[in-house]
Every structure is written in C-alpha cells, then in structure tokens.
C-alpha cells in the first residue's frame, strides 16, 4: 500500500515529533550505512596514497576550484566553504560521505514505505556499494563528500514531490526545484536518481490501481520541477 504522507505534512513544524515516529529507520539506516560503509570502502578511508584526480587536487598548482566550476559544478566551492572541507584527509571526506549516504537511505526507505530492517539494509546496500559510489571512492576521493550531498538532495527532491502530490501541496513543488538546482550545482550526474525513484513511485501507484491521469499529472509536477531546477 502507497504511504500517506499527510501526518508528516503536518507534522513539518514539529521536529521533535518528526524524529521521534521515524527513531527507528533513522536509527537503522545510520547503523547499517556505517557498517557497510566501512566494510566497503574503509580501504580507501585509512589509504594517504594520493591517486587518479586526488592527485591533482593535492600537487597541481592550478586555481583549485576552477577545473570543478569548469565541469558545471558551480557550488562546489561553496559547499567545502561551508562544511569546512576544503583541505580534508580521506577519512574525514568519507565519515560525512557516510553521513549524506544514510540520509538518503532513510529518505527513500520512508518514500518507498520500506520500514522493515532488512528492506532498509538493502536500500543502504544499493546505496553504499553501487558503482558511482565505488568509482568516485577510488579516484575522485577529495569530491566525495560533495557528490554525496548532491545525491541526498536528489532524493530529497523526489521526497519533496512525493509528499507535493500525495498530498497536493503543489506549492512544495518550487522548493524541489531549488533543491534540485543545488544538486545540479554540485554533480549533475546525480539527477537520474531523482527520475528513477520518480518512476518506481509512477510504477507502484499503477500497481497499486491509481487512475493513470493522476499518476500523469504526478509525472508532469516531477517534470517541471526537474526542469524548474
């Protein structure tokens, strides 16, 4: 059966509340993103041994944040700015790599109606070992905090169209925009997150026998709103 959103709309002042209903998945989706994070990634984490573009980052003499901004990747800088990641060691880049991760695994447990413990390890599996997440562990190592942010605010995004069309809250649709624009911002690459949970969600509402005019009008809200950012 579809989650109805409607509680936690109402519930979006009250963060205490918030917390507290979602203790357990919170609770899980942290425990088991750490512990394979680490079994899949500690390798990496613990190794000082500069390679493929940590390389660059630590021995080019080039303006740092240029080659980043060059590739679309606009607030980049703005996001080691703020999370004071600017100069960071392997390890502290994939403690809070692991922290975005299992936020997002929380995220589309919660949209996806998975509460159950091994539905959320599965999620945080497919999370944690997918191949992006491999490949930019091994080489792109100085970024990786950042693209793990833009990650959750791709989940984030579909969350927030979820609880817009289940509810019809449209005008929660503009700040899905935004948040997807900040997910651009920091790795594009990451949008087909957002349009792949779109349409399991598309796909489990047919399923679950929704008139197809309404899931349309679903798909067409996701679509301005990944247009939008």
């Keep these: 059966m579809l989650p109805d959103f409607t509680a936690e709309v109402q519930d979006l002042t009250n963060i205490k509340n918030i917390l507290k209903k979602n203790a357990d998945s919170i609770k899980w989706s942290f425990i088991f993103t750490f512990i394979l994070g680490l079994a899949a990634h500690a390798f990496q984490f613990l190794n000082m041994n500069a390679s493929h573009d940590f390389a660059i980052e630590i021995f080019s003499n080039r303006e740092r944040h240029h080659y980043q901004i060059a590739l679309g990747r606009v607030l980049e800088p703005f996001y080691k700015k703020f999370t004071g990641s600017d100069t960071s060691m392997p390890w502290t880049a994939g403690c809070i790599a692991i922290v975005w991760i299992a936020l997002a695994v929380f995220l589309t447990s919660k949209m996806l109606h998975l509460n159950k413990k091994h539905e959320i390890f599965i999620v945080s599996g497919i999370f944690v070992t997918n191949q992006t ?79 197809s005019l309404g899931i349309f009008t679903d798909g067409l809200c996701a679509i301005g709103m990944i247009l939008g950012g």
Aim: glycine share 6%; charged share 10%.
């Design 133 to 211: 997440v491999l490949c930019i562990v091994a080489t792109y190592i100085p970024w990786l905090g950042a693209d793990m942010f833009a990650m959750l605010c791709a989940v984030t995004a579909a969350f927030i169209w979820r609880i817009a069309t289940e509810n019809k809250k449209y005008l929660l649709i503009p700040i899905g925009a935004l948040i997807t624009a900040i997910s651009l911002g920091l790795y594009q690459s990451f949008i087909t997150v957002t349009i792949v949970l779109v349409m399991i969600c598309c796909i489990a509402a047919l399923l679950e026998g929704r008139k």
